[in-house]
């Protein structure tokens, strides 16, 4: 039995990109008719959501787990025909880059940097600061007295590391839980406990000082559908922002992680319309930090669960991408083989998550056709600068050792 790779390959192309995208074919028809149609270069080169992304200044990418590139050279070469943006899954948290108190562990992330630069990528970094990820040593060793002191030594030796190299900083991250009862509507982290609301602004003021050019960003979840705790958390996330305007805080972007779910009984729409709205106000760019698509609530076949996932990405981009503030949109991974999901909220059915663009055959998924064409659609620029050169050359694979 061929695989649908070679399969490709044997068929050519004969309905090449452009006349599928303008046939007027339904997205899903498109891709089914693609699946019988297209070669490898459909969706390479010109056609690789990078390159489409690049037409109104938009970078695109994935989270990756740096060790992967060695391993799986399927997962290397997508990744390079496909990204002008990365960041690490996790190679940049507390726990693996600060794993003792006096001892900072950098492999994960240099290497990350290293093979962005050989491909001509731009880097995020993630995250500076958060309730989760911490290292064992943390719980044992930080306290009201030193936790100050910590958070700012820790930033001034990563992101100074770093500093020029990166395109941006998740600074802080989901700092925001309305159920814990505030106010302000701040999550009770260890970071709020030891040092106080103010932990915030001492970790963008840090991280400004460390790295001038890195866009400072407040990364958070949550914030997408029209729900009330929703709709709840979206107005903290604004008296946040609007709060560090007011105090001068160095802030220049917020990310928005859209883990999105298929299936909700929630939709999309007003609210984050009235959320970008606010935050252009604000003067803040807006980052799509971390996509993906929960299927594990649909208990349908897979091709219609890649259907409606597809049919997710397609509206949210469509909405989203209609700001010209929206400047940068990565998808938390770019294959269904590897996906946080399928160990977090896996399918009780045993089934592969459906959730990124490309399926655990490094094929391109229904969800691949929609992003694309909603980058194809876009009709705003995005306001940041011009995006460096992408060289999108797979066969030049240059992995770091
Ligand atoms: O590296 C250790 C390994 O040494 C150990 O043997 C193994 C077993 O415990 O754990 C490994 O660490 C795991 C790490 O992923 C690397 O695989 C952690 O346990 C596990 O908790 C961690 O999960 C990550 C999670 O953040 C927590 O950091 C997920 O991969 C990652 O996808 C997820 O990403 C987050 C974003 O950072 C923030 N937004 C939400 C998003 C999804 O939760």
Not at 32 to 56: E, F, I, P
Request: hydrophobic share 40%; with cysteine; proline share 4%.
């Amino acid at each position: 039995m061929p695989t649908r790779r070679n399969f490709l390959k044997q068929t050519g192309a004969a309905l090449g990109y452009s006349s599928l995208l303008h046939s007027g074919i339904p997205l899903f028809a498109q891709n089914s008719l693609a699946n019988q149609n297209l070669s490898s270069s459909v969706y390479t080169g010109a056609a690789s959501l990078a390159a489409r992304a690049a037409r109104t200044r938009l970078p695109y990418g994935c989270a990756v787990v740096p060790e992967r590139l060695n391993m799986d050279m399927q997962y290397t070469r997508t990744i390079i025909e496909q990204c002008s943006i990365l960041v690490a899954e996790n190679a940049m948290k507390w726990a693996a880059i600060h794993p003792q108190p006096n001892a900072f562990n950098f492999a994960g992330a240099d290497k990350l940097l290293a093979f962005a630069q050989a491909h001509n990528m731009q880097v995020r970094g993630h995250n500076l600061s958060w309730h989760q990820a911490l290292p064992p040593w943390f719980k044992m060793t930080v306290n009201r007295e030193n936790a100050q002191a910590i958070l700012v030594q820790h930033i001034q030796t990563v992101a100074g590391r770093y500093a020029g190299k990166l395109h941006s900083w998740d600074v802080v991250n989901e700092a925001i839980r309305v159920r814990d009862g505030r106010s302000d509507g701040l999550r009770t982290t260890p970071w709020l406990e030891l040092i106080g609301e103010n932990y915030i602004d001492i970790a963008f003021r840090t991280a400004r000082q460390a790295d001038l050019h890195a866009l400072l960003t407040y990364n958070d979840y949550g914030i997408e559908y029209d729900s009330p705790n929703e709709e709840r958390k979206r107005a903290a996330v604004l008296a946040l922002l609007r709060g560090m305007r007011k105090r001068k805080t160095p802030i220049d972007a917020v990310g928005i992680q859209s883990h999105l779910h298929a299936g909700s009984q929630a939709d999309f729409g007003r609210g984050l319309k009235h959320f970008l709205h606010e935050v252009r106000k604000l003067d803040l760019q807006v980052f799509i930090t971390e996509m993906d698509v929960d299927d594990s609530k649909l208990t349908t076949d897979a091709e219609q669960r890649e259907v409606a996932v597809a049919a997710i990405y397609q509206k949210y981009f469509d909405l989203m991408l209609r700001d010209p503030q929206v400047t940068a949109a990565l998808t938390w991974g770019i294959t269904n083989r590897y996906t946080w999901l399928s160990h977090i909220h896996p399918r009780k059915d045993g089934g592969q998550s459906i959730a990124l663009p490309f399926d655990t055959n490094y094929q391109p998924s229904k969800a691949f056709f929609a992003m694309g064409i909603a980058f194809d659609r876009r009709k705003v620029q995005s306001v940041a600068p011009a995006l460096p050169a992408k060289v999108s050359n797979s066969s030049a694979i240059h992995v770091p050792a």
